[in-house]
């Protein structure tokens, strides 16, 4: 059974940085895309990051200004984002989600999410 | 720009049916899109994907109700039967080479 765990999310201050991990499990971490998406209180989804499998393309999204890094490591099974000098507004549940195997660069399995608050 | 747009809301009876629309932005009417069902306090799940030509790929343990069509740059998502769990948020999904869009998503009311 395919498996998506976030953990990493809690309460920081403004301007303070946080690392979200994703653990992956029932599936070959390395023969797939990962990306982050994030979903504001209230809001829809939004579209953070994305890697490939072997780390070598990395996107992220034009809003987050270079802010934002992310990272995986196959042989754990780990995808990470590293989140520096947070806003206020950086508030959200921060999902992670695999790419479909080939061909395709659709969301197929999504995890559960972790929660992130920025607040002082 | 790739842009994906939905209606906001929709509602329909409980044993009914309904068909939500996502509109792919101009000059993008060929792209292929995803759909994805997000019930309350959830995380999103992957319903399928959906190719301009109307054949769609479901995701694991997606019922027969859901289907998906195209017409041009809409891709529509189409569920019949409906139960009390199929209220939930919906969102379309689409891929550019270095990016990923999500539309705005449409809040189904089931009655």
């Known amino acids: 059974e395919v498996q998506l765990v976030e953990s990493g999310g809690g309460l920081v201050e403004p301007g303070g940085s946080l690392r979200l991990s994703c653990a992956a499990s029932g599936f070959t971490l390395s023969s797939h895309v990962m990306n982050w998406v994030r979903q504001a209180p209230g809001k829809g989804l939004e579209w953070v990051s994305s890697i490939s499998s072997g780390s070598s393309y990395i996107y992220y999204a034009d809003s987050l200004k270079g802010r934002f890094t992310v990272s995986r490591d196959n042989a754990k099974n780990l995808v990470y984002l590293q989140m520096n000098s947070l806003r206020v507004e950086d508030t959200a549940v921060y999902y992670c989600?695999?790419?479909?195997?080939?061909?395709?660069?659709?969301?197929?399995?999504w995890g559960q999410g972790t929660l992130v608050t920025v607040s002082s | 720009q790739l842009v994906l747009t939905q209606s906001p809301s929709a509602s329909a009876s409980l044993g009914g049916s309904v068909k939500l629309t996502c509109t792919l932005s101009?000059?993008?009417?060929?792209?292929?899109i995803a759909w994805h069902q997000q019930r309350p306090e959830k995380g999103p799940r992957f319903l399928m994907k959906l190719n301009n030509d109307g054949s769609h790929n479901k995701g694991d343990g997606i019922p027969d109700r859901f289907s998906g069509s195209s017409a041009g740059a809409e891709r529509y998502l189409s569920i019949s039967s409906l139960q009390s769990e199929d209220e939930a948020d919906y969102y379309c999904?689409?891929?550019?080479?270095?990016?990923?869009?999500f539309g705005g998503g449409t809040k189904l009311t089931v009655l």
């Open positions: 989600a695999r790419v479909f195997a080939s061909g395709s660069f659709h969301f197929d399995y």
């Open positions: 999904q689409t891929w550019g080479t270095d990016i990923q869009v």
């Open positions: 101009s000059g993008h009417s060929n792209y292929a």
